[in-house]
Structures are given as C-alpha cells and as structure tokens.
C-alpha cells in the first residue's frame, strides 16, 4: 500500500492546500481512507493526523473503514417510506447479515439508508453504485443483490 | 518581524471612557486593559481571535451589527458600547443555545453558592451533572459568563451527550459532555504546541473534539503538555491530580525545577501539599506554556513517599538513620582531616544561585582548596570555553523572546522539542511568522516537520558542516565584511584554514549532499537576523570546543550577533547550570569568571571573605573522579548530583567512589550514588526553600518556598552553613538566602544590581551590574565583550572512536522529553514512567532487519566499555549506522557505554559518538 501511496503523492509534489482532492484520489483507489493512508498524508502535508481525519471527517463522503466493492442505498424517503422502503431495508439487512453503515464480510456489498432520491415516483427505490431500481419488491430486491454477489 | 517599528496610538471610548491603544490592537485586548469585562468564551490571549462563540459581541457607533470585539481592530475615534439591554439578551439567546448540550442545572440556579455543603456527596459520581459535581467549579468561565449576562433560564430540554469519560493520559481526564466546543484545546494543540494531537472530527451535531481514529492521545502525538488543560474553558479537560480537592488554598509562584528554560510555575497548595501545577501566562519566558515535567511531573516526585527524611549514617554495611545533630558532627569530624587538595565538592546544577555559591565558599575558605566543580562540564564546559574564547562571555547571547522574529534559524545539535520544549514552542512560531528553520541533525527530530532544510550530517561532523557552509558564505561574497571588519579579529587565519573544506570533503564527511550545504549556507546568510541555537549535540564531543568556536565563526561571519533575533545560543541543560557556573562552582573561577589565578581577584576574595586562598586552579569532575580512583583524593561532598548515572563510563565513577576515605551525599532522593556514601543529608526540593535559579537566557529569577521542608529535611544552603559553622569558619551566618544574594551582589560585577526586592517583580538578565541597571537581553550589542570578536582557524577532527569491524555502528546519546537527566525525579512519576517506562535503543529498520531484531526484541548493546541490555524500538528517525539511546535510566544506563575520551580544551566527554555492537538476546 505504501507504494501505491507514495505514487499517489508524488503527483501532488510540492503543492500545497492539495488535501481534499488527495483524499478523494486515495479514496478512488482504495474505496476508503486507511489509517496508513493519512498517516502517510500527515508525513508528507507536515500535519498532524488528527488534523487530516478531522478535516476528512467533515465531509460525508469520506469513508474511514474499507467498504464493499458496491454500495447498495436503500431509500427511506416520505414516498418510499409510505410504500414499504423500511421492508425492503429488513430484507436486505437479512440478505446481507449486516446493518445499514454495515459491510458484508467479503467486502462485496455496503448498506446504506439515504433520504429520498429524487425519484419518488418510482418508490420504494434501490440505488446500488449508480444504477436506480425502482418499484421494490423483496423478491426483486433479493434478485438484484445476487447478481452483485455473483459479480 | 520589523524591529523596533513605530506603532500608532489610537484614541477611542469605550462604555463612555476614554482610552489609548495600541495601533492592531482587537476592542477585547484594549478593553480588558482598561478594566472592562466583556465576556468571552473562544477568546485565549495565546491564540489568535476565532470569533465563533460570539459572546463578546459590541455595538460602535456606524458600524451595523454587532461586531465581536475580539477580531475588530481598533480605529481612530471609534465608539464602543459593550453592555447594553440588547446586546445582553443576544448574548443570553445565543448561550442558551450552546448550554442546552452543557449540563446547566446548577448554572442557572441561584442557590449554587450554597450548595456547598453537600458537594462531597456530590463529586463522587462518575458523571458531571452539573457545577457542584463539576472539578472546575468556582474556576469555570462558563460560569462566569452566565453570570455576567445574567442567564437564569434555558428554554431548551437538555441534552446530555453521555459520552465516556476519556482517561487515556496518565495526567488529565477528558469529559466532553462538558465541551462547549469552544475550540481553544484545538487551538493551542495546533497553534502553540505545534503537536494537532487533537481535532474536531465530524460535524453538525455530531461535531466533537477526538483524535483521528479515536485513537489513545499517545498515539496521536499528544506531548502531555497539558495546555489544551490550561485553555479549556470548562471542565471537561481536567488534570486528575487534584481534580475534586477544589480551589487552592494559596498560590506560590516560582520558577520550574527541571530545565534551564525555567518556566515560570504557579504551584497551588491545599493543606500542605502541592495539588496542582500551572504555567504562568504574563512572563517573557513561557507566556502559559510549560512541559510534561513541569506541568504534572513536580507534585508527585517532591511528595513521593521516597524522599530522604532524615540523615543517614553508614553503619556496619548499612545506612541507618541518625538525628542531624550526629550526622553533622560526624561531617565535620571527618572533614576536617581532608582540608586541601585531597577534598573535592561535586556541586549542582539543580541547586541554588545561593547554595552554589556557598558551596564554592566552603571548598576554598574553609576545605582550602579550588577543587570544585559540576555536571555543566558534561554539557556545556566546550560553550564556556569556546564562547569566551570567541566573543568574551559563554552564555546564550540573545533571549528566548526574540526567537519568534528571527528571520533565519540554525538549529543544530539540539532535539529541541524533547530537551527544551517551552523554547521548542518560539522556534514553531519563528515558522509560523515566516521565518526558515535549519535544522541540522542526525536523527529526524520533530523539529524536521517544521524545517525548510534538514542537513542529516553523519554524528560528530558538525565542523566539517559548519565549514562547508562559511566556505559557501565567503566564496559565494554573502559573508557581511564590514561587520568582520569592524568588529572581529583574526579573520585571515581563519580563512586560511577554509581552504581544507571544499564542498566535496564537506559532502564526504558529513553526508549531506553538497546542494543542501550550499542552500542551507544560502539561507543562513541571506536571511537576517539569523539566530543559532545548539545543545549537547555540538558540545559532548572530543572536539566540543571546536564545534563552538565554528557556530561562532558562522556568527561573524553573516554578522549575526548583537542584534536582536540573532546570535549563538546555546540552550543549558539543568535547571540551573548557567548559574552553578556564573557563581563559580568551577575549579577555575570565582563568581563571574573571576580566575582564581588573577591576583587582583585573589586578594579581592580575600579581604572579603577574611581567609588566604589558593591561586592554583582545581580539578575538572573527570580528573576528580581520576583522582579519587588513584587514591589522590580521599573525601568528597556530593550535593545534589548522580554522577553514577551521568559520567561518561559509569562503572570506572562507582569504583572511584568506593575508594574513597569519606563521601558525604546531599540529596533528595537515595540515588545510586547516594548508597555508596558514608553520611546522606536529606535537602529540601526547590519547592521548599527560598532562593534564585538562572536560567539558559541568563535570567536570575526567583524559586520561592511553597510548603515545609517534606520531614527532616533542610535546604541545601542552611547544611553548608551548619558545617562551615561547625568547622569554625566565619561568614556562614546566614539566615535567609536574600543575605547570602546580597553577599553575592558585592562580590560578583555581572550580579551586582540583583537583589530579591527587584527579583519580585519579574527576573533580570545578566550582566546587570548596578542597582539602576535594567539587565541585558541582548550580548555584544556595537561591541564583544572581549573586545573583538575573535575567528577561529579550524581543522576537522573525526570523532575518537569510529565503527570498526568489531563495533559497526555508531551510538549517540539524547534526551526524552518525559524524562529528566538520571531520572531522579521524573522516574518517581508515575505518568511518566506509564508514558516511557523503559529506556530503548532506537535502531534504523535496514539495521535492524540486518541484524534479524524486530520492534520490541530485547538486544544487548555493547561497547568496548561495557554493556547494556534494552528493548528495541525500529524507527526511521534514526539514520542507518547509527543507534540511539537516552541516558535517563539506571537498568540501561548508556552512559556504561559511551567513551571518556575528553575534550583537550574543555575537558568534556565525548557522550555523543562511540562505536557499539547490537546483539539479539
Ligand atoms: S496535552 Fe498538549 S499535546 Fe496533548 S492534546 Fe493537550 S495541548 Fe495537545
Ligand atoms: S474541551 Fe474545553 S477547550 Fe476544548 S473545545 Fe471543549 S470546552 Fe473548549
Ligand atoms: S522542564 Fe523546562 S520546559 Fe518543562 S516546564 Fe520546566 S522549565 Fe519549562
Ligand atoms: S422518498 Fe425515496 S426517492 Fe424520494
Ligand atoms: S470571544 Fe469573541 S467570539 Fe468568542
């Protein structure tokens, strides 16, 4: 990993004030920000890590533990709350054996609940990486996830 | 960072009065100078204005909104109202709001003051809910500030975060149920301390103080310092010692014990006992800040149980317990068959202006003999030589304060963050203001995070480096002539002698890459003022002296001295080991570097202290140690040192001291070299007794008493004086040390203005000769104080002993920051020794890994002296080829290792470089 970092960092050479979008380059690669990973940053931003994970954990879209391959969110929105989104949330928690925030055991899958996608018309809504499934049902749901274990 | 710049005066009003300031100054500062209160929760005078709590909001006149006064500048005529109706209920709106996540029951209850008496019921719950049960009560801001803006209800339902309490430094628990997320621990974290060990993580209502990862504080880079402590408004950071025993009964100011910054420390004292340690905030030396050891590490070793109590008789192979009276009669029998050179006085750092200079009274009035000295020769004897020699005084030739502006610093031979850390904190603000920082070292100290240039020179290379650089200085015309012209003498020989350096010899032996010198020689000479600043890293070498003379050959040479923010400033180590010095408890000099061979200085000492003494110089500590092996010296008196521990060649000290006729040992604890001796006399820690320390930048300030004697035990000056007296000699009749300061004052020309009446205000810095005179910060300012400053030809001598097949790597010597010399103190803290319980041998990882040792084997390090066994920590901070060690514990004492070859000018030994093999175990 250290390489891999090291070469990550080597493209911000010399610039300084770089740390988001090197964070957001070390995520794309790892699909989280590793603990060696921002102590690396520390070394090489001369800052101190509770600094780096401070300021990363600002932002939402920083992860801190390393997630699955995919991300599945299931929405609990008003419309898709009103149309059983918390079934389908049971479901797949039971499907996957992990909690929402949670991430299978193969690091295939991470869950997540999000609060309306903006598609409400197609409630209850799955969103996995960037592809909307809409109209949920629990068998349909069970079927969508095993292609992505499969895969 | 300009000098000397002229500032505005503005005037204005505030609350209809009417006040001058300081052109840049905020509405806060210059109202809280006139006496006005405007509250404030985010606001520290160390930190730079936040503006987020937004309690210290004002109206001006013109100006729309409420402004916070602590980030408006002042301006001209401007109109300030800081306690109107409006401005008080904004103020009340906004603090409901930040208490409805504090515990506030007890805040808004008018019955608070009276529900005292049920408060030790209270305090014994885990959980804080509210002021009586809070260990900040009756100190805390928050309540402060409710109190001024007359808060007495919350609207909002509370919430309580039921957060664990943090307890992961041994020295201060951390509750942020409590937080009012004020930011100041954060600040000064990353501000001040330059550490970031803590942050905020998260936001919105998640938002919290932590650590990256929720790691421990140790494991974050906390250093201890316990200003996040001293910043916290409330009480969620609170030190656990004294934690629940409520406001002092007293508060004694004085000055830190440990290293020769010399903090100063507000000691707080409840029935007899130190409960709590803090730094002072309005002072020139440490402005709030201290260390680790200052900080949390004096209550525990000045009150711990194994503090000598009473005196100590060796009988029959033991040490049994005597009354004073036995003890000091047995003293002064004995002594009084070893008058001469066959007595010796080992005196100490750790002591007094006035017990030192006592001490050197006694050796050569009553023992009659110049057969004294102190550890300083193990640190800095190469700075008093080659300084003197150089410039006329050996002592730092600028202040502390005047680090910040520096333009340019050269830190060499220092891990200034471990050994020095208050002047640590100057050197990240000089960073901060700009400024470009050198840092020239072996190992990869934590200054490096902070250092334009970091010259990783070989140990012991440091005159070849030095040169490399002036080489550069001269070729490349940067070298400030005029000044060398001027000012200086002997400047062609030295140049001569830069012929041997070229950038290629200095590349080779230094391993520094020969761009780097250039840069680094570049910066040094281009950016003024520049300052130098340098430690045992430069001086414990078999050519100590010539280091110094090089750090001041670059000096004149760039021009670099006597102005401020520059110079040579060598950081002492002990508390008081510029003072030991200066009030001659050195084998060769009376107070002030008076020598003991100047007639005129003879007959001065003389006539005052009625008695004839010797003209002939004494012994160095290594040569006592020598002459007490040969039998040539039989009676030493120790007080207050460890040489056991602190002497180069540790085992060759113990056999010496055994040898002796009679050793008598003054000290506070029964150190190694205590249990040798024939008589111990149990002194008083520097919180007992009254008295005077001088610290690094020449400042003599005051060490006050703060509680008894612990037990039978005396202060140091008050046993002298015993034994003198008993040994008939006059001049001994002293009963408070201020007579014996005054004493000093007459004899002394650079301690002739000094008296305790002037010492109350605030420390003065030597040369401070006349009762009117205001001291000096700054040495050779227009003119050396010999003159002229004076250039040393140089030639690059290699360390006494090299790697060789047999012993390939090479070990250097260093400080921890939890630690304090021998240990004597700080290993009796139970927080420092949970943080650094051991002493290792830092090893690089292709060392290591060649050697088959992982982090945390056990090895033996062995040299051609002896051997050690330690735990091994693998770290890139340490270069390959070479292995570190701290010298502070008596189980792997690396001072068995190191090599006595010594210094031909000063006499020191060589600590910082011998060749060593590692084996596993
Ligand atoms: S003790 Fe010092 S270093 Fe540690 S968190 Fe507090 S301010 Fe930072
Ligand atoms: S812990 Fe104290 S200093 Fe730090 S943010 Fe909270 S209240 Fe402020
Ligand atoms: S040990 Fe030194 S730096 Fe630490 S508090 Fe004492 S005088 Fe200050
Ligand atoms: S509520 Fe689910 S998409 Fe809008
Ligand atoms: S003190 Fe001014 S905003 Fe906090």
Redesign the interface.
């Known amino acids: 990993m250290r390489d891999e970092l090291a070469e990550i960092l080597a493209e911000y050479g010399g610039e300084k004030g770089a740390l988001i979008p090197i964070l957001q380059r070390i995520q794309e690669k790892f699909g989280y920000l590793p603990?060696e990973a921002?102590s690396e940053i520390a070394k090489f931003s001369?800052?101190?890590?509770?600094?780096?994970?401070?300021?990363a954990?600002?932002y939402a879209q920083f992860y801190?533990t390393r997630r699955g391959q995919h991300t599945v969110k299931v929405c609990l929105g008003t419309a898709c709350h009103v149309r059983g989104g918390e079934r389908i949330l049971d479901e797949v928690k039971r499907e996957l054996g992990v909690e929402s925030g949670g991430t299978t055991k193969d690091y295939k899958l991470s869950l997540e609940r999000v609060a309306c996608f903006g598609s409400c018309a197609l409630a209850p809504v799955m969103v996995i990486d960037k592809n909307v499934y809409g109209r949920m049902t629990i068998a349909k749901a069970k079927d969508i996830l095993d292609e992505y274990r499969r895969g | 960072m300009v000098v000397g710049q002229e500032t505005r005066t503005i005037d204005l009003t505030i609350d209809g009065q009417q006040v001058k300031a300081k052109e840049g100054a905020t509405v806060l500062e210059v109202a809280r100078e006139g006496g006005i209160y405007i509250p404030t929760l985010c606001y520290h005078p160390s930190l730079t204005p936040y503006g987020s709590c937004r309690m210290c909001i004002v109206e001006i006149e013109n100006i729309r909104g409420f402004p916070t006064a602590c980030t408006t500048p002042v301006t001209e005529s401007m109109v300030v109202n800081t306690n109107t109706p409006q401005l008080q209920e904004l103020r009340r709106n906004i603090l409901e709001l930040a208490l409805s996540e504090h515990p506030y029951a007890c805040l808004i209850c008018d019955r608070r003051e009276r529900c005292q008496p049920f408060h030790i019921t209270l305090r014994k719950t885990a959980v804080t809910s509210g002021c009586t049960m809070c260990p900040k009560n009756r100190r805390c801001e928050l309540q402060e500030v409710v109190d001024y803006v007359g808060l007495t209800e919350v609207r909002l339902s509370p919430i309580y975060r039921d957060l664990p309490i943090l307890r992961d430094s041994p020295f201060f628990d951390r509750d942020y149920n409590l937080c009012i997320l004020c930011g100041r621990c954060v600040r000064v974290c990353?501000e001040v301390r330059g550490?970031?060990?803590?942050?905020?993580?998260?936001?919105g209502s998640q938002a919290l103080v932590?650590?990256?990862?929720d790691r421990s504080l140790q494991d974050?880079?906390c250093q201890f310092c316990g200003a996040c402590v001293d910043a916290c408004p409330t009480g969620a950071l609170m030190e656990r010692s004294g934690k629940w025993q409520g406001l002092p009964e007293s508060t004694v100011t004085t000055t830190c014990g440990y290293c020769g910054v010399g903090c100063q420390l507000n000691l707080e004292i409840k029935g007899g006992k130190i409960v709590r340690v803090a730094p002072v905030l309005d002072n020139s030396v440490n402005q709030g800040q201290a260390c680790v050891k200052g900080r949390f590490g004096i209550a525990e070793f000045v009150h711990h149980p194994q503090r000598l109590t009473t005196p100590l008789i060796q009988r029959n192979g033991e040490l049994v317990e005597a009354s004073w009276d036995e003890a000091l009669t047995l003293v002064t029998k004995r002594l009084a068959n070893y008058k001469g050179n066959q007595f010796a006085f080992i005196s100490s750092a750790k002591c007094t202006n006035e017990e030192n200079y006592l001490a050197q009274k006694f050796t050569r009035m009553v023992m009659a003999t110049n057969n004294i000295d102190h550890c300083a020769r193990l640190c800095h004897a190469p700075t008093v030589a080659g300084l003197a020699q150089a410039f006329g005084s050996g002592a730092m030739t600028n202040s502390i304060n005047e680090i910040k502006d520096a333009a340019c610093i050269l830190v060499i031979g220092s891990n200034t963050s471990s050994g020095h850390p208050v002047i640590a904190l100057e050197i990240i603000k000089a960073v901060r203001n700009g400024g470009k920082l050198i840092v020239a070292n072996p190992r990869e100290i934590e200054l490096c995070?902070?250092a334009d240039i970091w010259l990783r020179h070989f140990p012991g290379s440091d005159v070849a480096l030095l040169m490399g650089m002036m080489r550069v200085i001269i070729d490349e015309e940067l070298a400030d002539l005029a000044f060398v012209e001027e000012q200086c003498q002997d400047f062609d020989a030295f140049r001569e002698s830069l012929i041997n350096f070229d950038l290629d010899l200095a590349e080779k032996v230094t391993g520094v890459t020969s761009d780097k010198i250039v840069e680094a020689a570049r910066l040094y000479a281009t950016h003024k003022p520049a300052s130098i600043i340098y430690a045992m890293g430069i001086t414990q070498h078999s050519h100590g002296t010539d280091n110094v003379s090089a750090t001041a050959n670059l000096a004149m040479l760039a021009g670099n001295i006597g102005k401020p923010s520059t110079g040579v400033n060598p950081l002492r180590g002990q508390n008081n080991v510029q003072g030991a010095c200066d009030l001659g408890a050195l084998p060769n000099v009376y107070t002030a570097y008076q020598r003991v061979d100047n007639p005129d200085i003879q007959k001065k000492f003389e006539t005052a202290w009625v008695c004839s003494l010797d003209a002939s110089p004494g012994l160095t500590l290594p040569e006592m140690i020598e002459a007490a092996y040969s039998g040539q010296i039989k009676a030493v008196y120790l007080m207050g040192e460890n040489p056991l521990l602190s002497e180069a060649d540790a085992g060759h000290a113990q056999e010496a001291l055994s040898k002796l006729d009679f050793l008598v040992v003054q000290d506070i604890f029964l150190t190694e070299t205590a249990q040798l001796a024939d008589v111990v006399l149990p002194a008083a820690s520097f919180a007992e007794k009254d008295g005077t320390f001088t610290n690094t930048e020449r400042r003599i300030q005051r060490v006050r008493k703060a509680i008894e004697p612990i037990g039978n035990a005396k202060p140091d000056w008050w046993i002298i004086c015993q034994i003198a007296k008993r040994l008939e000699a006059e001049g001994f009749d002293f009963e408070h040390p201020s007579q014996i300061m005054a004493e000093i004052a007459s004899l002394t020309p650079s301690y002739g203005g000094i008296s305790y009446q002037r010492l109350e205000e605030c420390g003065l810095q030597w040369p401070c000769p006349t009762k009117d005179h205001p001291g000096t910060p700054i040495l050779h300012v227009g003119k050396f104080v010999r003159g002229l400053g004076k250039f040393t030809p140089l030639e690059y001598r290699p360390p006494a002993e090299l790697p060789d097949e047999e012993y390939p790597l090479v070990l250097t010597t260093g400080r921890s920051l939890y630690h304090f010399h021998t240990g004597t103190m700080t290993r009796r803290v139970m927080g420092l020794n949970a943080i650094e319980p051991e002493g290792v041998v830092e090893i690089n990882p292709v060392d290591a890994s060649h050697l088959k040792i992982a982090d945390g084997d056990k090895v033996k390090v062995i040299s051609r002296r002896g051997e050690v066994i330690a735990k091994v920590r693998v770290t890139e901070e340490s270069p390959p080829k070479v292995v570190f060690m701290t010298f502070h514990f008596a189980e792997s004492a690396a001072n068995i290792l190191t090599n006595p070859a010594l210094d031909p000018v000063s006499k020191i030994p060589e600590f910082k470089v011998c060749a060593v093999r590692v084996e596993k175990v």
């Open positions: 603990e921002i001369r800052m101190a890590e509770s600094e780096i994970f401070g300021v954990s600002f801190f | 990353q550490a970031g060990a803590i942050a905020f993580t998260y936001r932590g650590t990256a990862f974050s880079g995070r902070y």
